[in-house]
DNA sequence: GTGGCTGCAAATCATTTGCATATAC
DNA sequence: GTATATGCAAATGATTTGCAGCCAC
């Protein structure tokens, strides 16, 4: 825990019992949760923590970049707290995001066709290897 | 106009006047539009016009691959009627999103890490060209 | 003629906001 | 002690749903 203390303090964010549970959950739970998954799995051991205080801590975290916020599965934001830049694959049968450890050499932070590039994200979509899987035992 | 007749009639989507503005709309202004600004513009010249058919026709259009749905910039979707495969890059100062047809050789439609790969879309954000000359010519 | 489309209003869902209280420093 | 964080309830904004009437085929 006193890892999480670290990670807000050098960040000049103050260390509350609900950041810390926060951080920790983002960093143990590697799945790109959403911000109601947060906050259903931290309401059991901390009944009085509200929805409003993971949204704001998430947006804390986003601005000093500790965590990243996806949109690859459109009407919910998914959180990411591995910050090392990688991708993101979406499975279309089971809608669990993968990372994916490749880069893509062209365009890794250029300028193309005039634009300054900042981020550069990659969001595959298909079905994952577990359920590619699973359709070959099941049916065919 | 016809064009869109021939496009509607060959994916067996009834032809209203509605799907064949909406269409037209798109085809048009490659500019990324959200529902809402689909609706605004054509709402114009078709007063009976309700945002139920456009996110109706737009949802329809994206089941049969005829425009692709963008999730770049969070809160709202927008839409796509350049199927070629392309990337997109989000200006952070303007939010205009620009398209840039570069590719990714190394992704292109494979396995990685056992999953298979149907699509591949690039989210770029960073400043476009426009705004960069813009702030140049300003302050500094 | 009939089933799919349109359009209105109400519902839903994720997220944001206002504000009073509580807490970190 | 003070500025900031928390948490509740209400507001917002994009999108969806239910349903009656309409229109393409």
Avoid: W
């Amino acid at each position: 825990m006193e890892k999480y203390v670290q990670i807000l303090k050098k960040n000049c964010l103050k260390v509350t019992p609900q950041r810390l549970e926060i951080l920790k959950y983002l960093d143990t739970h590697r799945t790109h949760p959403t911000a109601d998954t947060i906050y259903s799995n931290l309401k059991n051991n901390n009944p009085s923590l509200s929805k409003t205080t993971v949204y704001n801590t998430l947006q804390h975290l986003d601005e000093h970049g500790l965590v990243y916020t996806l949109t690859i599965s459109g009407s919910e934001s998914r959180f990411d707290s591995n910050i090392n830049p990688h991708h993101h694959f979406l499975c279309k049968i089971c809608s669990n995001i993968i990372d994916i450890d490749i880069e893509c050499p062209n365009v890794k932070k250029v300028e193309v066709g005039g634009h300054r590039i900042d981020e550069v994200h990659g969001y595959f979509k298909g079905v994952c290897a577990s359920c590619l899987k699973e359709s070959n035992n099941g049916e065919d």
